[in-house]
């Protein structure tokens, strides 16, 4: 048991008992499915289908754009009956045909091959955030790595998807993690779970005790406190590495993944099989048979919930994710997402609206459970008098959004919610002044994409060229000026290529910092930098084009 | 938005029952006080509480905000019962009604009303009246133990309507122990003051068990987490300390830490006054902070100032203190240390 702690912390009902007692099953085929072109951080996917086309499981139906994003495909075999800017639906034939990629051997085939795989099976974490697993994976290219922590803590209450994952997978999880492990250069794997798991803790350690592992895998027990399972709580928790302030945990060396996630990294290059489908817990006082199934992407919530026993009458609301920080959905005609983990159909009685808000008396309950050791009854007075550098002193943007003020406010005041609107309202006046800052970049997009066609279309002339004059002799031009220009351009390149790596570095970092947001202005600066290297080969080419033809005269 | 309430589970109270267990936690004060003062005691508590409360519903009215929900929280109610715990038990009606409309009015809703207010609404009535009455704020008489003749004194109905002819007045005045320690003289040294028996029978040993009530009624909150530790620890401990240090240097001259801690508001102020969540500093070091400098004004004021208790002047100019505490002692999480130091070397691009 570690001995380290991260501070603050709440011990909410845990009501996982309605949903961990009842065996893994899968839920029946749909005979539609939406899916979102969005279910992913970054950029929305692009439809690569048309209406009416026939599509297998598994057949590419949207592919990713720009770098922080994923590719999407069918979760069902069947028709496309409806492709918008949104979402793309399919109406199944009932065949169930799949189509899967050629499996891999994750000791054997190269890093490469394994990261475009990942790429190619539309992989995104299944744990909320929906950080597209193949950028998270090419962390090492940027940052050393020296453990990769698998977040089985599933502090949420309710929520019971990664304690059936790991009861049912625990081996396949565990090959998982040593393939991302693998891929990022991690030596060490430690699986983080609380206590409240014996099932899991079980499995794992059967699992581990049966099988060959090159890197050490160490598994952490941890007391059941929300939020443990916050990114920074597990990694103090587990390691006693403290994530910077707006760092990553790749900062301390460290990079978390869901056992969802390491899941279907692991199916995709084992079995070839895209990510389609998800284990969701369903749960709530309002379905009679509780419990977690295997569902394919894009199946209505509705038809879900109703084959759990869904009571209308008794159904107050449901809720995607957990109870403390999870959203109420406004129509059940939603589709479930790669991020969906837990569906809670509750009753009135069971999670109750809040009562009326009352004034705050700064009692400080709020500030003994932070786990960021905020001061949130200060930012709860600053954000709703819109002090925004007041804010930012109080280190607002440290708030993990856990809701554990929330809880113990005697108050009844939403205070999560006075920090997302505020940070909101900040990020929405970064954005206003960063707008000019995009015009200048999509300028300077047009102008490399400009330079980049007319190097290609010279280096191509002078491709040409050289092909037609190798027999006959040219005109003489200027001896030493190609060798001095070669250099000098093969120096651009590199500067070139190293822009391109540092464009995908930060906007990396910035999509991992905050998935929920887009990140135009940054894709732009990646696709100029991508434009100037593509102009620096196609100059390089011409030059070397040159060269030869000089070199095949003399 | 997060759906789950602590107190909609069972596991933590609502604002209202915060207020209300502080009331709860100061009756074996007040049963003390009562035992040793009279009746008067809980005629003051009960006609502060009740006329707080229908000040508070008279301004809501005005402000035209809901009266029930105000009402409800029990906060006027609990700044009733702390203003007529700190009076003396001869105070007539007129008295406490204008120290609850300072507290409650001015003090509280003209700032804005529960949670706005940055004095401690009871103390602010209390300094009200102290300086503007100081005849009647000194009105202690020497405590006796409760018997039937004191329980039914002819004198109470007269102090609750506030007709008590002047010479009665003279009559049942007694200085406190504090006071009468204050104005010893110069030239008396401690002990022959001690020596010359300065005070009824039983007078300290009265206060002292007043305040051990306060003490277990204080403990029972934090037990209860009601209230944190610091601001109290910090106010007791710091006065202890002062206290100590004026004592040895010249223990013929100034009180000793015990008697500090055992006579006047000193238990009272550092578990139901000074913790005022709304008019204290916010985070835990501010906190200590604030405690600390409470404890070294009250200590200031009855050593050196003109008053001999000084709990609610301390606690109104460590309010002033407040805005400037909560400024600078943000805390710094985790994440902000060491942040260089922990990370690995990144990789050059």
Known sequence: MPAYEFPGGIYPPERKARSNQSPLQAAPLPSQVTLPLKQHAGNPATPCVVVGENVNVGSLIAQRNGMISAHLHASISGTVTHVDDTAITIEADGLDRWETLPPLDWRTAAPAALLERLESSGLAGLGGAGFPTHIKAKVAEHNVIDTLVINAAECEPYITADDLTLRHYAADVLEGAQLIARLCGAQTIVIGIEDNKPEAISALTQALSQMQHPATIALKVIETRYPSGGERQLIKKVLNRDVPSGGLPADVGTLCHNPGTLLAAFHAVRDGKPLVERIVTLTGDAISRPGNVWVRLGTPVASLLKGAGLDPHQLHQVIVGGPMMGTPLTTLDTPVTKTTNCLIAATLAELPPAPVESPCIRCGACELVCPAQLLPQQLHWYARAESDSTLETLNLFDCIECGACSFVCPSFIPLVEDYRSAKQRIRLKQIESAKAEHAKHRFEFRQARIAREDAEKKARRQARLAHTQKSAPSSAGDDAAPEADLRSLRIAQTAAKAAVKKAEKVLARAAEQAPKQRFEDLETQLATAQENLKAAEARLAEARANATQKDSTI | ?349
């Open chain 2, 1 to 349: 938005m997060s759906m789950m309430h602590a107190s909609q589970v069972g596991a933590a109270p609502s604002t209202a029952h915060l207020m209300r267990w502080v009331i709860v936690a100061t009756l074996p004060g007040i049963a003390a006080m009562t035992y040793y003062f009279g009746l008067g005691v809980i005629s003051n508590v009960l006609l502060a509480g009740l006329l707080a409360v229908g000040a508070e519903a008279l301004i809501m009215t005005l402000r035209q905000r809901p009266v029930r929900p105000a009402l409800q929280d029990s906060s006027a109610l609990l700044t009733g019962v702390l203003l007529g715990i700190s009076l003396p038990p001869a105070s007539p009606w007129w008295l406490i009604a204008v120290g609850v409309l300072a507290a409650v009015v001015v003090a509280k809703q003209l700032y804005g009303g529960l949670g706005h207010n940055p004095f401690n609404p009871a103390m602010v009535g209390y300094a009200l009246l102290l300086v503007s009455f100081p005849t009647y704020m000194t009105l202690w008489a020497p405590p006796q133990p409760l018997s039937i003749e004191t329980l039914f004194s002819p004198t109470l109905w007269a102090q609750i309507i506030g007709m008590l002819p002047p010479t009665a007045l003279d009559a049942l005045s007694g200085a406190t122990p504090l006071d009468t320690f204050k104005h010893k003289g110069e030239a008396v040294l401690a002990s022959e003051f001690w020596a010359s028996q300065p005070l009824p029978e039983g007078t300290l040993s009265a206060w002292r068990n007043v305040a051990l009530a306060w003490l277990a009624g204080g403990l029972a909150l934090i037990a209860k987490r009601i209230i944190s530790w610091h601001i109290p620890v910090a106010m007791l401990s710091s006065m202890t300390l002062l206290a100590a240090l004026f004592y040895a240097s010249d223990p013929s001259h100034f009180a000793s830490p015990l008697f500090h801690l055992l006579t006047g508001a000193t238990l009272f102020g550092a578990f139901f006054i000074a913790t005022d969540p709304v008019s204290a500093a916010t985070s835990q070091r501010g906190k200590l902070i604030y405690g600390v400098g409470i404890g070294v004004l009250v200590i200031i004021i009855r050593t050196l100032g003109g008053y001999p208790d000084a709990v609610a002047f301390a606690v109104l100019l460590m309010n002033v203190c407040v805005p400037l505490l909560d400024l600078y002692t943000v805390p710094r999480p985790n994440s902000h240390y060491n942040a260089a130091a922990q990370s690995k070397p990144s990789k050059p691009l």
